[in-house]
């Protein structure tokens, strides 16, 4: 299990088995710096297995392991989420501890030690920059920053416990499908906002509870004008509201609010839009009789999937990406 993502740039796969846990011990330990796993008691003849893919701040992982380890990790920096198919899995940290089992999930503090006590499990992991969470939820609430943090290692219910699991199971299944829609900024920018947005849901944090006062004096049009300039001419790239309101000058929540009180909208809503219009350039301008794909189209502009580019598509257009394609 890896601590930390890797850094920007392509998708890196990684495959590791063996059915030799003393094995696995020595590439672990040797590998992963911050980790320490050791199996508990004699453990024969029994199986290990990893598939990660890495993307930029994110990393999706599944492991499985049919012998009883303990698995000790120095303080996290990376926000590490478990999702546990099958088995057990107890994490202490000195202070607070956690049982999770099969369909549930459990969120690893950051700025501490911690311990992991596994029974043959098979598990899902996603790590993730906490930086991405934090940006997520300052968009999306308008709290500051420095006052961002989760606040507990389970999910606020079953029924969140439950969303969470479908989540990590789909992005799981993301990453490992065909690996040309994970060569697009856009859709890996797409993925870690969906997982940025089901953390913020499913697990306690301060975003929750806090009240948030947005600026009382309304900002000049001069913000906004050079965040819809940016915007405009950045599209295609992955930026965040981070980007957008440096690019104006102004902080997010004083952005965020500026955008509703003088566009009706949000940052991301409008950047949302953008790229929706130059998808639908992009149609006129294609020749589908010389191999042009409307799901080609789709991953340039930020949609992992077809079925949810159409909908929205259609949604501004009036008509789908298909029949503007072949018009």
């Known amino acids: 299990m890896h601590q930390g993502a890797e850094a920007a740039g392509p998708p890196i796969w990684r495959r590791y088995e063996t059915r030799e846990v003393s094995e696995a011990q020595d590439v672990i330990n040797q590998s992963c710096s911050g980790i320490e796993f050791r199996p508990r008691g004699v453990v024969g003849q029994s199986t290990y297995r990893e598939e990660s893919v890495g993307a930029g701040p994110i990393l999706v992982s ?26 057990q899995v107890e994490t202490r940290d000195g202070r607070d501890g956690a ?70 199971i789909h992005l799981y ?10 060569r697009s900024p856009l859709v890996v920018g797409a993925a870690i906002d969906l997982v ?7 697990f306690p944090n301060s975003a929750m509870t806090l009240s948030h006062r947005v600026e009382a004096v309304p900002l000049p049009a001069g913000p906004v004008r050079r965040a819809v300039s940016f915007i405009e001419t950045h599209s295609a790239e992955a930026i965040t509201v981070t980007h ?32 929706l219009d130059r998808a639908h350039q992009d149609l006129l301008g294609a020749d589908p009789t010389r191999g042009a794909t409307v799901a080609e189209i ?17 949604a501004v257009h009036g008509q789908s990406p298909s029949d503007t394609l072949h018009t």
Do not use: K
Request: aromatic share 8%.
């Open 173 to 182: 299944h993301l990453f490992n499908g065909p690996p040309e829609p994970l």
């Open 62 to 87: 599944r492991v499985q392991c049919g012998a009883a380890v303990e698995v000790h990790l120095e303080p996290l920096t990376d926000l590490m989420f478990l999702a546990v198919l099958s088995g």
């Open 244 to 275: 957008i309101a440096e690019a104006a000058r102004v902080t997010p929540r004083a952005l965020q609010a500026a955008f509703r009180r003088r566009l009706g909208t949000t940052p991301m809503a409008y950047l949302r839009r953008a790229r």
């Open 99 to 168: 049982r999770t089992g099969p369909d549930e999930a459990l969120l690893h503090p950051t700025g501490r030690p911690l311990t992991n006590i596994c029974q043959q499990f098979d598990l899902y992991c996603v790590n993730l920059d906490r930086r991405v969470v934090t940006e997520a939820a300052t968009e999306r609430t308008g709290i500051d920053p420095a006052d961002f943090r989760f606040e507990a290692m389970t999910p606020i219910s079953r029924e969140m416990g439950h969303f969470w699991h479908s989540t990590t």
């Open 298 to 314: 789709a991953h340039r502009w930020g949609y992992p999937h077809t079925g949810r580019f159409a909908a929205d598509y259609r």
């Open 196 to 202: 940025a947005s089901a953390a913020l849901a499913a």
